[in-house]
């Protein structure tokens, strides 16, 4: 039943998309600049790529680079929360001018939102903890050991991983929750077995729960390539966008603000590429 109702929901949600306007309110690249600001939709929680201080201050990767693409535009940057579910709608409607927040590429999101060239990469894998041991009966190698009906999967709404433990683990029950933050909690607190996400993340968030005895497995599931996304046929800005990455990756500078804010260089580096 859950799961019938999750893909009823998920068939609504892109039909839903691919009947708003291509663009909306969208605004193409002189608008953006004769406004003077450019909104960049963030992750409101999600450390170290983007999340507010104790101050209330902005920071996290997201953060800078979104920085370096107003700076090149010639105009402030306006961080604007956009929870994970929210990125495509917030795009079409023209909330936002474009969306940064861990965006990967696929083609169904591609039917209703334009992408640049990739940003980063994330690399998936499956977090659990050492309660899996007992439950197991042994210590699981690998995710392929996970499809059964007596586990629980936490994801987060409109995540690519979600579909995949659809997918790949259709025996295990799935939780749908709003956020990375929400998902670690959930483990930590045994309310679900444990989750598939983005594997760079990790550290961060499981500083929060020192009590809890974590295990990343070692089989790392995939590789995606995360854009930046904007309006469908929105290509002045899409352009402006492909050219500023070349200027900020051709001279390492991505690499250098990840290694900066993850401890660790990327796992899967993007590579500067001047052919759009």
Same mark, same amino acid.
């Given at each position: 039943?859950?799961?019938?109702?999750?893909?009823?929901? *998920? +068939?609504?949600?892109?039909?839903? #998309?691919?009947?708003? %306007?291509?663009?909306?309110?969208? !605004?193409?690249?002189?608008? @953006?600049?004769?406004s003077?600001?450019?909104?960049?939709?963030?992750?409101?929680?999600?450390?170290?790529?983007?999340?507010?201080?104790?101050?209330?201050?902005?920071?996290?990767?997201?953060?800078?680079?979104?920085?370096?693409? *107003? +700076?090149?535009?010639?105009?402030? #940057?306006?961080f604007v %929360?956009?929870?994970?579910?929210a !990125?495509?709608?917030?795009? @079409?409607?023209?909330?936002?001018?474009?969306s940064?927040?861990?965006?990967?590429?696929?083609?169904?999101?591609?039917?209703?939102i334009?992408?640049?060239v990739?940003?980063h990469?994330?690399?998936?894998?499956?977090l659990?903890?050492?309660?899996i041991g007992?439950?197991?009966?042994k210590?699981?190698?690998?995710?392929?050991?996970?499809n059964?009906?007596?586990?629980?999967?936490?994801?987060?709404?409109?995540?690519?991983?979600?579909?995949?433990?659809?997918?790949?683990?259709?025996?295990?029950?799935?939780?749908?929750?709003?956020?990375?933050?929400d998902?670690?909690?959930?483990v930590?607190?045994?309310?679900?077995?444990?989750?598939?996400?983005?594997?760079?993340?990790?550290?961060?968030?499981?500083?929060?729960?020192?009590?809890?005895?974590?295990?990343?497995?070692?089989?790392?599931?995939?590789?995606a390539?995360?854009a930046?996304g904007?309006?469908?046929?929105?290509?002045?800005?899409?352009?402006?966008?492909?050219?500023?990455?070349?200027?900020?990756?051709s001279?390492?500078?991505?690499?250098q603000?990840w290694?900066q804010?993850?401890?660790?260089?990327?796992?899967?580096?993007?590579?500067?590429?001047?052919?759009?």
């Amino acid at each position: 039943m859950l799961k019938s109702a999750l893909t009823a929901v *998920a +068939a609504f949600a892109v039909g839903a #998309a691919l009947m708003m %306007p291509a663009t909306g309110a969208a !605004r193409d690249l002189d608008e @953006i600049i004769k406004s003077g600001v450019v909104k960049i939709g963030v992750n409101p929680n999600l450390p170290p790529l983007s999340s507010r201080n104790t101050k209330g201050e902005w920071e996290g990767f997201d953060i800078d680079i979104g920085k370096l693409l *107003a +700076a090149k535009l010639g105009v402030e #940057a306006e961080f604007v %929360p956009t929870d994970v579910p929210a !990125r495509v709608p917030s795009i @079409i409607s023209g909330i936002i001018d474009m969306s940064l927040g861990g965006l990967t590429r696929n083609s169904r999101r591609m039917k209703v939102i334009d992408y640049t060239v990739p940003l980063h990469t994330e690399n998936m894998a499956v977090l659990l903890t050492d309660r899996i041991g007992g439950k197991l009966g042994k210590d699981p190698a690998s995710w392929k050991e996970l499809n059964r009906d007596d586990l629980t999967f936490v994801e987060c709404r409109g995540c690519t991983p979600a579909q995949w433990v659809k997918d790949n683990l259709p025996n295990a029950d799935l939780m749908l929750v709003e956020n990375s933050a929400d998902m670690v909690r959930t483990v930590a607190q045994g309310r679900a077995d444990g989750l598939v996400a983005n594997l760079d993340f990790y550290p961060v968030l499981l500083n929060n729960y020192p009590d809890t005895n974590w295990v990343i497995l070692p089989d790392v599931i995939k590789t995606a390539y995360c854009a930046i996304g904007v309006a469908k046929g929105n290509h002045t800005l899409q352009s402006f966008l492909n050219i500023a990455l070349w200027e900020i990756q051709s001279v390492g500078l991505h690499d250098q603000l990840w290694e900066q804010h993850y401890g660790i260089p990327p796992i899967v580096s993007v590579k500067a590429q001047p052919y759009f």
